[in-house]
């Protein structure tokens, strides 16, 4: 197993976690570096680094630098092509969009990115991405046929087919900025089927957003939107405080 995928599990251990996503078009690096040390001070557990739309190279190099000077936490690509991947990853989400309608999403991007990850000697880390609604951006781009909220057996049959596939990891995204988070019954319902940790992203904005989806399953929580904001560092701390005493109670 490799470096941050043992450190991601070794930490699981002690419950749920809490990732940072950052995107690099969204602030300078700076900025970035500034939200990475605030997300870090509150428990944030890793960095993710990614956005839909296409990345400067130098941009992305010089917010990673920002992220890395700010903390020691992983910083993680989160791709959405196989462009906007870099050296300076400690190791990438090798995600497949297993309810994209274009193969180009599902194994076409990470064909091309495959050799890159290897001479760059990133630690990729196999991830099933499924996108459930309303998917927002991402959803769009990556032409995904996202999952209706009231279809839980098509999540959990996405999500256990990602882990018969070998995947380590199982992500469901709701979208970044989407009005509301997974519904609670489908987190349920996907951590009842499957044995890797389960992902949950989209629309978590504060801590009782936060608590709903650990106390129904989910191991990992991403936010991103929320650091955008004003006083968006001070919901961070909510919802990190809100995952750690979620994941005790369980
Ligand atoms: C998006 O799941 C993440 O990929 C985070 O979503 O921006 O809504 O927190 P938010």
Known sequence: MGKVMNYIHSR??????????????K?????????????????TSAIMVGGSTGIERKGLDETIDAIKAATDRPVICFPSSA?????KFDAI?????????SPRHITGEQAAGAMTIKSFGIEPIGMGYVIIEPGMKVGEVGM????????????????????YFGMKLVYLEAGSGSPEPVPENMIRAVKGAISVPLIVGGG??????????????????VTGTVVERTNGVENLCEIINAINSAAKKK
């Open 27 to 43: 602030q300078t690096a700076t900025a970035a570096g500034g939200i990475a040390a605030k997300a870090a001070a509150c428990g």
């Open 204 to 221: 978590i904005r504060d801590g009782a957003a936060a608590r709903m989806v650990v106390e129904a399953g989910a191991d990992i929580v």
């Open 144 to 163: 995904a046929e996202p999952i209706s909220r009231a279809d839980t057996q098509s999540a959990v049959g996405y999500a256990l087919a990602a882990e």
């Open 93 to 101: 989400y090798f995600l497949s969009m297993l309810n994209s309608a």
């Open 12 to 25: 699981l251990r002690e419950g749920a976690l809490h990732m940072t996503l950052i995107d690099p078009d």
């Open 83 to 87: 462009s906007g991947i870099s050296t």
